[in-house]
């Protein structure tokens, strides 16, 4: 039998709470339309977070450009993933900057091989920024900004917009 652990429950109200925390801790002041632009990564989770930042960070009333980046659940193999998102290069290399925005990162995995990919084609860890909403304190890669962290081993990070995912159950 399987123990359920606590939720750790984002609501529409925390996410925006989360989301202007971090509008406020992000230096801002280098990004340009013309050479930054944002991955949203897992579109299905960051969407909202992406698209608030993106608008948020216009400069002369040019919002940031947004890539949409796919990546796996914990049952699903990251290769042919990583294979899209290379397959996307000629669009992220118009970029000096690239901004990896993501919603929850439990276990770094997808942090891990997006950044070695990008760091692959040329670019400085000084040039990438991972920002999340929220983060559990074990993960293997850190972000550079995080609007709130939790532990993953006694909660369970849950939007208010999800239900039932066959691909969380292996966990």
């Known amino acids: 039998m399987k123990i359920r652990r606590s939720l750790h429950f984002i609501s529409r109200e925390k996410e925006w709470q989360l989301i202007q925390e971090l509008l ?3 230096d801002r002041s280098n990004f340009d339309p013309k050479d930054t632009v944002i991955l949203m990564v897992s579109p299905d989770y960051s969407a909202s977070v992406s698209m608030i930042l993106s608008h948020a960070w216009s400069v002369k009333g040019e919002i940031l450009p947004i890539i949409a980046v796919y990546v796996p659940y914990p049952d699903e193999d990251y290769r042919p993933f990583e294979e899209r998102f290379i397959s996307q290069y000629a669009e992220i290399a118009k970029y ?3 901004i990896c925005v993501e919603a929850g990162i439990i276990r770094g995995g997808n942090w891990t091989w997006l950044l070695n990919a990008i760091l692959n084609f040329k670019y400085s ?3 990438i920024i991972l920002v999340t909403l929220c983060e559990n304190v074990h993960s293997k890669l850190k972000s550079d900004y995080v609007g709130e962290y939790y532990n993953d081993l006694e909660e369970e990070l849950t939007f208010y917009y999800e239900s039932f995912n066959k691909h ?3 966990r």
């Open 125 to 127: 860890r000084e040039d």
């Open 24 to 26: 406020i801790n992000i």
């Open 96 to 98: 000096k900057k690239i």
């Open 168 to 170: 969380w159950e292996v």
